[in-house]
């Protein structure tokens, strides 16, 4: 169903946000001043002590300092409590006593769909479960029993049984009177151009069903019976309710375990449906599982909003190193102040479900008691096969683990995490005890720890030996570190600097700018904690913000940039329409190239993987893709150089000086 805005406006208005949040938080009763509609709480999206949950009711918005979440009365409920946008809105009109406007005749039809095949995904599980039972499952069911699991677990976790058939679930929906597009776009068949006639998805396999929040089936995992079948795990296809990497497997009952009063206090990530059953029959309720993909960003946020320090727990083969590399890089990212992860490793040759079969959950709790933070894991994985007994060598090890630094966007933990690697390297470089010439393996964390017990002044001898000296200080090298921000990153900045009312209006998309320039970080955080005060739109306000934080020169050198460029919808003098379009074409501009930056990230690594395991016949595809992203990047750095020397070609510049 969709809304009209000014409905939307309109219980905004007529309900604070407080009262909403009200009932779901407890107000903190020293910062808040509820006189003046401020209210400030212990995050309910991430566990916290100390209150950094602000929300406001003059501007109807709420905003954690420690989490980044931000939005307003119908974007808490969809958030925190898994509900849909409708159900959110339905919520705030009873709270508000409005009725709802009659539904739009096209709307109506698509949440119809929707919920339909929600009913189609529910009739199948039905259908898988039943089949699970008859004679037809007996091998599923003796496959069960021999891996260790109950009647009840398999119960509780709805586990099924597709037979071996090419249209069996197609024929018992169809006999339910359930349309072959409802069955399609479920994507419980297989089906296109090329296939004269759709045959069911899966067949000879436990099926595994895969819940939203609101723990309605969305999709399925499934497991091959017979051995001979490549593809041992199988997901559903991405449809119009799922979308793989999005999705956790076990997530309802693992945010139960996590927030309630079992005392589990955390989420343990594993590797597969099979580990998250094994453990809950174990007594470990709070375990989940990405679903047979690499650990995603949209999953960590997911263990993020349910605890501060999910602990992700992989295999200790050669694959589950791998896994345990990638998520090491996609943690740093989205590290905040009090929001990391945890790395727990199997014994080699074990999983999850075979610690807890053989012995209970002692072993694997043995196995979380020794979990690392995620600083370790970084250290480890950079020095334990290397040699840095040459300066040139221990020079990329620092330039390696320098530019890992950079990735990590919240300025505080970043800062923090530099000063704890460079006295890692400090100890781990000390030549006074050999350590700079041993392998990583043997050096690693212990070398650092005994780096940092040496007589004198923690990094003294360090310090003389990286000095800057004032000459080089000058240097173009080192100058070139402080240049100015890109184009785009400027305007983006600027504009809002200018144009405060953005900051209201463009909050959300503001709020989630990641600025590659340090300075514009530091801008930013000021620009947003502004706007979560009064006056927060009022440019003067702003400006003496800025100034207070130590931030005036940089917005100098944005201007002058911006000012050479003529880009004038980031200046003052631009009505607020045209700043607005001008903000958006930048941002548009921004993500494409952090989006395609990210990508070829990922291609690269995809890359290294296909090398290390000798899969030639994949090298040449992620070689084309890897060129495709960086014509594409190359592109767009170039059409921003042209438009950075705009100025000067036009002469604007010398317009601009004369000022």
Request: aromatic fraction near 6%; hydrophobic fraction near 35%; include cysteine.
């Amino acid at each position: 169903m969709r809304f009209e805005p000014s409905f939307l406006d309109d219980l905004r208005d007529r309900i604070p946000i407080s009262e909403v949040i009200g009932k779901r938080v407890s107000w903190d009763k020293r910062k808040t001043n509820a006189s003046r509609g401020d209210w400030w709480a212990c995050c309910p999206f991430h566990g916290e002590k100390t209150p950094s949950f602000h929300c406001e009711d003059s501007k109807g918005r709420y905003h954690c300092f420690g989490c980044g979440v931000s939005g307003d009365h119908f974007r808490f409920l969809t958030e925190l409590e898994g509900v849909s946008f409708v159900e959110a809105v339905e919520q705030v009109a009873d709270l508000a006593g409005v009725p709802l406007p009659a539904p739009d005749p096209q709307a109506a039809r698509r949440e119809k769909q929707r919920a339909s095949l929600i009913d189609v995904m529910e009739m199948a599980t039905v259908f898988f479960q039943e089949k699970l039972q008859s004679a037809e499952g007996a091998r599923a069911r003796s496959y069960l029993r021999d891996r260790g699991l109950s009647g009840r677990t398999i119960q509780t976790f709805r586990l099924g049984y597709a037979p071996d058939s090419r249209n069996a679930l197609k024929e018992y929906l169809a006999s339910k009177g359930v349309e072959k597009s409802q069955i399609e776009a479920c994507g419980l068949v297989v089906h296109g151009p090329n296939i004269s006639v759709s045959y069911d998805r899966f067949r000879d396999r436990i099926m595994f069903p895969i819940v939203n929040p609101r723990e309605k089936v969305i999709a399925f995992g499934g497991r091959a019976m017979s051995s001979d079948i490549p593809a041992k795990y199988m997901n559903s296809n991405d449809t119009e309710l799922f979308h793989k990497g999005r999705v956790l497997y076990n997530f309802p009952h693992a945010r139960r375990a996590a927030q309630g009063a079992d005392g589990a206090g955390t989420v343990i990530a594993v590797e597969g449906y099979m580990d998250v059953i094994a453990l809950h029959q174990a007594g470990v309720s709070n375990a989940v599982a990405p679903l047979g993909t690499a650990m995603t960003e949209d999953q960590l946020d997911l263990m993020w909003r349910m605890t501060p320090e999910p602990i992700l727990c992989f295999d200790g083969d050669s694959a589950g190193q791998r896994a345990a590399n990638r998520a090491i890089d996609i943690a740093l990212a989205g590290l905040q102040p009090g929001r990391s992860v945890r790395f727990a490793t199997l014994p080699e040759g074990k999983d999850p479900d075979d610690l807890v079969r053989d012995a209970g959950r002692a072993p694997f709790d043995e196995v979380l008691r020794n979990a690392r933070p995620l600083a370790d894991m970084l250290w480890f994985r950079e020095t334990r096969s290397g040699v840095f007994d040459t300066p040139e060598k221990r020079a990329e090890l620092e330039s390696r683990i320098g530019g890992l630094m950079s990735s990590i966007a919240n300025e505080s933990v970043r800062r923090h995490y530099q000063q704890d690697m460079r006295d890692r390297l400090n100890g781990f470089f000390d030549t006074s005890s050999g350590q700079g010439a041993r392998q990583g393996r043997e050096g690693g964390y212990g070398s650092y720890r005994k780096g940092n017990q040496r007589s004198g002044p923690r990094g003294q001898q360090a310090g003389r030996r990286y000095a800057v000296s004032s000459r080089l200080a000058q240097s173009t090298l080192v100058a070139g570190a402080t240049r100015a921000p890109a184009l785009r990153e400027s305007v983006l900045a600027l504009t809002l600097v200018n144009h405060p009312q953005l900051l209201t209006t463009e909050f959300d998309d503001a709020a989630a700018i990641e600025f590659e320039s340090a300075a514009l970080r530091a801008l930013l955080g000021v620009l947003m904690n502004q706007c979560m005060k009064d006056d927060a739109v009022d440019r003067e306000e702003v400006r003496a913000a800025i100034r207070a934080a130590g931030l005036a020169e940089t917005v100098e050198t944005l201007e002058k940039q911006v000012r050479y460029t003529g880009l004038w919808t980031a200046t003052t003098e631009a009505a607020l329409e045209d700043a607005q379009a001008g903000f958006g074409q930048a941002l548009a501009l921004h993500n494409r190239t952090r989006s395609l930056k990210l990508q070829k990230t990922e291609l690269e690594r995809d890359l290294a993987d296909v090398t290390d395991t000798g899969d030639e016949d994949a090298m040449p595809g992620l070689l084309n893709s890897l060129r495709s992203v960086q014509q594409e990047i190359d592109r767009l750095e170039q059409q921003e150089a042209i438009i950075d020397g705009f100025g000067i070609l036009s002469g604007r510049v010398r317009g601009a000086a004369g000022q």
